[in-house]
């Protein structure tokens, strides 16, 4: 303060031959005009700050999705190999019936019963109410056995021999 000027005036102005620049005597690259906006702790008792790392995140979510797509596709591969065996077996069945349907039949076929069918020497099939087993002393008179089968409610048959 200029000797002349009175005490009691706290806002005194200085003249700009009395204003000297301020210089912070603090090293400019070791200070932040926004401290907030640093990556790290600016203070002794800051928080710990650490830096998002993408690619781990990224290599995470990446194993994770990988894994539950591959579950989902494994069960779809199960879903699909049990559509295919079921297909197969109603592909069979369909298959025996037509060849019981051709086959000579004597009586009329009642359904959950249990028939035998028999293959004819000159090929053609017939289906008969006697097992292999059951035919005694005289033999069984057909070529050969073929299956023992069932009728099913949708006049499918069912093999079970």
């Given at each position: 303060?200029?000797?002349g000027?009175?005490?009691?005036?706290?806002?005194?102005?200085?003249?700009?031959?009395?204003?000297?620049?301020?210089?912070?005597?603090?090293?400019?690259?070791?200070?932040?005009?926004?401290?907030?906006?640093?990556?790290?702790?600016?203070?002794?008792?800051?928080?710990?700050?650490?830096?998002?790392?993408?690619?781990?995140?990224?290599?995470?979510?990446?194993?994770?999705?990988?894994?539950?797509?591959?579950?989902q596709?494994?069960?779809?591969?199960e879903?699909?190999?049990?559509?295919?065996?079921?297909?197969?077996?109603?592909?069979?069945?369909?298959?025996?019936?037509?060849?019981?349907?051709?086959?000579?039949?004597?009586?009329?076929?009642e359904?959950?019963h249990?028939?035998?069918?028999?293959?004819?020497e000159?090929?053609?099939?017939?289906?008969?109410?006697?097992?292999?087993?059951e035919?005694?002393?005289?033999?069984?008179?057909?070529?050969?056995?073929?299956?023992?089968?069932?009728?099913?409610?949708?006049?499918?048959?069912?093999?079970?021999?």
């Amino acid at each position: 303060m200029p000797s002349g000027a009175p005490k009691e005036n706290m806002f005194y102005k200085m003249s700009k031959e009395e204003q000297k620049p301020f210089v912070n005597p603090i090293d400019k690259d070791k200070i932040a005009e926004n401290p907030s906006t640093l990556p790290y702790a600016h203070t002794v008792g800051g928080s710990k700050i650490t830096p998002f790392d993408h690619n781990k995140s990224r290599s995470r979510s990446l194993s994770a999705m990988a894994s539950q797509t591959d579950m989902q596709l494994q069960q779809i591969k199960e879903q699909i190999d049990l559509l295919a065996k079921q297909a197969n077996a109603i592909q069979q069945r369909k298959e025996l019936a037509e060849r019981i349907y051709a086959a000579s039949i004597g009586f009329k076929p009642e359904i959950n019963h249990i028939y035998h069918l028999y293959e004819k020497e000159d090929g053609e099939y017939t289906l008969s109410m006697i097992g292999p087993n059951e035919w005694g002393a005289r033999g069984c008179k057909y070529e050969k056995f073929v299956n023992t089968v069932r009728l099913l409610a949708d006049h499918t048959w069912d093999i079970l021999a």
